[in-house]
C-alpha cells in the first residue's frame, strides 16, 4: 500500500468514459486518486485497499481530440458561452529590485490548474494574476486558479531572538509558515517552491 500525505493527493475523484485505460488496456470507469506526481490510481484513495495505475488516454469531443485537461473545459464549454481563443497564464521568474530589499519582502503570484492529473504549477507576473482573479479578457478561469503570497527575501536564515523574545524573523522560518499556510487551498505550492531562500540577500 502506498503512502501519500493528505496534502499530496486528491482522493475519491470519478473518472468519465474513455477517460483512463488499466494495466490489461480495458476501458477503466469508477473511482480514482491522483497523487502529486501527476500518476493515477483506481480507487478512492491509498488506504482504501488494492489500487493499480491507470493510464490517460484522449477523448474526442465535437471532432477534436482532448486530454483530460480537456474534458473540464468542454463541459464547462456548454453551460457557459465563452472566447473561442481562452488565454492560459505563462510563466515568469520574478527579479526583485533594490526597493525591494529594502523592504525585505516580494509579492509573488501563482497558477495552477483546477482540474488533470499533472498538477502543473507555475508563477505568473502580477498583471495575469489580476486578470485571472477578475475574470478580464479571456482569462482561462475554467481551468486554472490563482493565488499571491508574501516571500521574505532579507533577513537571517531563522528566526533570531533575545532571551525568548523574537527580535528578527528569519528567511526560512517565515517563507515556510507562509508555504504552510497555502498548501491546503493552494496543494503543490510546497513541493514547487522548495527553496526557502530564494532571492535572500543576508541583510
Known amino acids: ?14 473518472s468519465v468514459p474513455g477517460q483512463f485505460v488499466s494495466a490489461d488496456g480495458q476501458e477503466y470507469n469508477g473511482p480514482y486518486y491522483t497523487t502529486f506526481t501527476g500518476e493515477s490510481f483506481t480507487g478512492i484513495s491509498p488506504t482504501s485497499g488494492s489500487s493499480y495505475p491507470l493510464t490517460e488516454t484522449s477523448i474526442t469531443q465535437d471532432g477534436l481530440t482532448l486530454g483530460i485537461d480537456g474534458i473540464a473545459q468542454a463541459e464547462y ?25 529594502a523592504a525585505g519582502k516580494i509579492t509573488r503570484y501563482f497558477a495552477r490548474q483546477r482540474n488533470g492529473t499533472t498538477f502543473r504549477l507555475m508563477e505568473i507576473d502580477k498583471s495575469t494574476y489580476e486578470a485571472f482573479t477578475n475574470g478580464r479578457g479571456e482569462a482561462n478561469t475554467a481551468l486554472w486558479k490563482v493565488v499571491s503570497l508574501f516571500w521574505q527575501i532579507t533577513g537571517p536564515l531563522h528566526n533570531e531572538r533575545v532571551n525568548g523574545i523574537q527580535t528578527r524573523a528569519g528567511v526560512i522560518d517565515t517563507n515556510q509558515r507562509i508555504l504552510d499556510k497555502t498548501e491546503p487551498n493552494f496543494i503543490g505550492i510546497k513541493q514547487y517552491l522548495t527553496d526557502l531562500t530564494q532571492f535572500r540577500r543576508p541583510f
Open 1 to 14: 500500500m502506498k503512502y501519500f500525505p493528505k496534502s499530496r493527493v486528491i482522493t475519491n475523484q470519478k
Open 77 to 101: 464549454n456548454k453551460l457557459v458561452p465563452i472566447p473561442v481563443n481562452l488565454v492560459n497564464p505563462t510563466p515568469y521568474t520574478p527579479r526583485p529590485t533594490e526597493a525591494d530589499y
